[in-house]
């Protein structure tokens, strides 16, 4: 099976989670995420930047957990085809405008660096990769981050995207955990906060 079809199998079952049990499944994830920055970070943890993402179609909402943060939140901006995202403040009250592939951004574009990167998709494994939608921001932006010092990912994601493995090429990011209204799955082999 090739990714689009992957893909496609992925974004099926994904979404029938999310119709099924979507916004207590969020609320599990989140609360699982912020327990474990909680206990990562203890009191630097207001001093964190968090990067969520605003949550479309069927993806799992991040929204409870950035809500909750005590420090900075920021959310991803595709800034052009090939290159790694950018990330703006976000506030609850944040101004926001739709943005590439229709997801909203703020509209005052306040640039930080996020430490701790939520991050969409369709299917993980056990290895810690994700299958996403194809266009390779993520895996670009993590190996920058990684490449400036130390950045924790965590896949969000519904328990029904699991599967055995997901097709990988040589440029693919793993994720250190990976959250599920299950609560985490830490990928062996990554160190993480």
């Not at 994700?130 to 990912?153: H, I, K, N, S």
Request: glycine residues 10%.
């Amino acid at each position: 099976m090739d990714k689009s079809a992957h893909r496609d199998a992925a974004a099926k079952r994904r979404a029938v989670a999310h119709t099924g049990n979507g916004a207590d499944a969020a609320q599990h994830a989140c609360r699982a995420v912020a327990h474990h920055l909680e206990g990562a970070f203890g009191s630097k943890l207001s001093r964190v930047v968090l990067a969520g993402y605003m949550p479309m179609r069927s993806e799992i909402s991040p929204l409870p957990l950035m809500m909750a943060h005590p420090g900075p939140v920021c959310v991803p901006v595709i800034v052009a085809r090939d290159t790694p995202l950018e990330f703006h403040r976000w506030t609850t009250d944040a101004a926001m405008q739709p943005g590439r592939f229709g997801a909203e951004i703020p509209l005052l574009a306040e640039k930080i660096v996020p430490q701790v990167l939520i991050v969409p998709l369709l299917a993980f494994d056990q290895r810690g990769y994700r299958l996403g939608y194809g266009g390779g921001f993520y895996d670009r932006t993590l190996a920058q981050l990684r490449a400036r010092g130390e950045v924790l990912a965590i896949g969000l994601a519904y328990g029904a995207q699991a599967q055995p493995a997901v097709p990988i090429e040589p440029t693919d990011e793993p994720l250190d955990l990976i959250a599920t209204e299950a609560g985490l799955l830490h990928v062996q082999g990554r160190g993480v906060a």
